[in-house]
């Protein structure tokens, strides 16, 4: 990010990364096992005959409990038919109808929904017979705050057994709350800030964010939602196991001005849109695509009335540029799917066990880890457009590699721009996953040799000492340079700027670059 930042120093006046929107889910853990729900019936003194009768009323009991406090201080409840109609919208416009003066519910809505829950199955198999988890629908109810710690936020509970919880906030949201509590001026559009009179501070601010206490702080949330959930349990008492089931990781670049960005957003889009190749995704989400990898990556655009948007997507998880209020970039990084991602930490049932690179877990306990990840990739993303907008003119970039050059006493051949070898070899060393963390002989051995694993040793030798004398090559050239103490190389300047030159000459048509030249 340092060096798109670098380019466009006199253009931007701050940054700020941290979550946007954040969507969590809550489960009653102990009543999911093969048994559970029947363990549970058991302690609380219910029998399998009596089931069917039971949950209904509990689940009478938990939605009246649950409206009591709309009805107490008279919040606009509504029923919903549709499930195309936006709740959010919808709340925005309660509240500015019916607003508040101090944090509280904002208003409740009523829906009929998907769900899993418990049914008692009858069979002559005694394995297949019992309570089983089924596809239904049912009642949820949801609840729209404004929170004292979250700002405007809503929660969703289940009206059935197992009362599945959902609960989704801001943290831009929660970071205005905060500069406000400091009294630390900023200037809100939407969710985001285009004006901040202490932007380090807002960054601190939403660091600290990732050491919020969000068991005890969802819990809370969610016993507002089902006010009975200690009497109900009473018998075998719980909490909810909570999930991260989407984040999103948003890194802002807060220009000076709307034109400040207007110069140079379109140029960005293109590049975006002709130069980061699907594959791309999974390099900046830190991934590779294998051949054995069977989701599908796709690059989208969108111009919607706030703005231009570009997305790649792959499994699940994203990454999306896009302009807000005028003068913001934002970056965005968006996972769903934790299974995609390995980190290092100790196993899920010993936590001072030996340190492995295990899948990253759903649970809240890697929400620093999804921080983590999601703030690389949005760096990534920046440090690949950071050519973008440079004025040196192509033939001096091309002028400078189409002669000989000497090195250390030796002479290096002129690159041959033309040349498929050549030109394959610029095009893998400027892939999206070598962006930070280099690339290494072997690497580009694969791209350029598919296969080449299976070959015979002396075959593989010999291709790696070719691409050694090419990547000296490069060197020459200054085309790419050493990481200290590794076996890595990185592009330099010239190499990023060299890159970005063919790969838009290429894909540019000749009514594009006529335009350009006019």
Not at 347 to 370: E, V
Not at 409 to 415: D, H, I, N, S, T
Request: charged share 30%; net charge positive; glycine share 6%.
């Amino acid at each position: 990010m340092e060096k798109f930042i670098a380019r466009h120093a006199a253009r931007v006046s701050c940054t700020l990364s941290g979550f946007d929107r954040l969507v969590f889910r809550g489960t009653l853990m102990p009543l999911m096992p093969d048994g559970g729900m029947f363990n549970f019936l058991t302690r609380a003194g219910v029998r399998l005959l009596d089931f069917k009768d039971y949950v209904s009323k509990t689940s009478e009991r938990v939605k009246e409990a649950a409206l009591a406090e709309a009805e107490k201080q008279q919040r606009p409840v509504e029923y919903l038919e549709s499930p195309k109609t936006s709740k959010e919208d919808l709340a925005k416009r309660l509240l500015a109808k019916h607003p508040l003066d101090r944090p509280g519910l904002v208003c409740a809505f009523k829906a009929v929904e998907p769900c899993m829950s418990f049914e008692y199955h009858r069979s002559p198999d005694p394995k297949e017979r019992g309570l089983k988890l089924r596809p239904r629908k049912c009642l949820h109810l949801y609840k729209y705050f404004v929170h004292p710690l979250f700002g405007f936020m809503n929660a969703r509970i289940q009206t059935w057994f197992p009362f599945n919880v959902q609960v989704c906030l801001n943290g831009r949201e929660w970071l205005a709350r905060q500069l406000g509590r400091r009294r630390s001026g900023f200037r809100r559009a939407d969710n985001c800030f285009p004006a901040l009179d202490n932007p380090v501070l807002a960054q601190r601010l939403m660091n600290e964010q990732l050491e919020t206490d969000w068991p005890a702080a969802l819990e809370t949330i969610a016993r507002s939602l089902n006010p009975l959930h200690v009497d109900i349990f009473k018998a075998s008492p719980m909490d909810y196991y909570w999930s991260g089931y989407q984040t999103e990781w948003a890194t802002d670049i807060v220009f000076k001005t709307p034109a400040a960005l207007a110069a140079v957003y379109p140029a960005l889009v293109q590049h975006a849109m002709h130069h980061f190749k699907s594959p791309d995704v999974m390099r900046f989400l830190g991934k590779k695509a294998h051949g054995n990898f069977t989701g599908e990556l796709t690059t989208s655009f969108k111009d919607r009335p706030e703005g231009v948007r570009v997305k790649h997507w792959a499994h699940g998880n994203s990454v999306k540029m896009y302009d807000k209020a005028g003068s913001i970039l934002r970056v965005e990084t968006t996972i769903a799917r934790t299974n995609d991602f390995k980190v290092l930490r100790p196993p899920h049932d010993n936590p001072d066990g030996k340190l492995d690179w295990r899948p990253m877990r759903k649970g809240i306990a890697d929400l620093h880890r999804r921080a983590e990840l999601s703030q690389r990739s949005n760096e990534r993303y920046l440090d690949a457009l950071a050519v973008v907008d440079d004025t040196t003119p192509c033939s001096r970039l091309f002028d400078a590699v189409a002669r000989p050059v000497l090195d250390g006493g030796r002479r290096f051949r002129p690159l041959r721009i033309g040349d498929p070898l050549d030109l394959g070899l610029l095009e893998a060393i400027a892939r999206g996953e070598f962006t930070t963390a280099g690339f290494r002989n072997r690497d580009l051995r694969k791209l350029l040799h598919p296969g080449s694993d299976s070959l015979p040793r002396p075959q593989q030798r010999r291709l790696s000492a070719r691409l050694s004398r090419l990547l000296r090559l490069l060197r020459a050239h200054g085309i790419i340079k050493k990481v200290q103490k590794t076996h890595r190389y990185q592009l330099t300047e010239r190499g990023r700027l060299l890159t970005a030159a063919i790969r838009a000459t290429r894909d540019a048509n000749l009514k594009q670059l006529l335009h350009k030249a006019a």
